[in-house]
């Protein structure tokens, strides 16, 4: 049976929660980086124009990247929410992102990869320290 918390001691958010701050930084990281998604979309479509024989290759790509930008979005508010989706989302597209930086370091865009894997780790860190304090499905 859940107690009810008695007036003047801290809610279960706070309490649960040592470190509050954190819950809003990783919506941020997540949020930019769908921001940065949506950039790299519309490059895509704006590039579908110029493309000559390939046009269709570069929509795809803008669609296909567009599907990535509301997943974070969506993770954003979830994390901001104290969802579960957020957290695992967001990790894993913390992974996938850290090899989309690795190889555009690889390929020679130096401050892209840079900037991808800063990001990563930085959005990895903060997820992470969310995992204990955000609640379980079918958590009192």
Known sequence: MPSTPRPG???????????????????LVLALEALMIAAAATAFFWLS????????LMI?????????TLGA???????LLRGRFGLGYGITWQLFQA?????????GLYWQ?????????AGFLLLLQLVRSTPLP???
């Open 99 to 107: 090899l989309v930086g690795a190889s555009l370091l690889r390929g």
């Open 73 to 79: 979005a969506i993770a954003a508010r979830s994390v």
């Open 138 to 140: 079918r958590q009192d």
């Open 113 to 121: 990869g840079a900037l991808a894997l800063v990001l990563a780790v």
């Open 49 to 56: 124009g110029t493309a000559g024989a390939r046009p269709g």
């Open 9 to 27: 001691s801290p809610t279960p958010e706070t309490q649960d929660d040592p470190r509050p701050q954190i819950r809003p930084a990783a919506a």
């Open 60 to 68: 795809a790509l803008g669609v296909f990247l567009l599907v990535f």
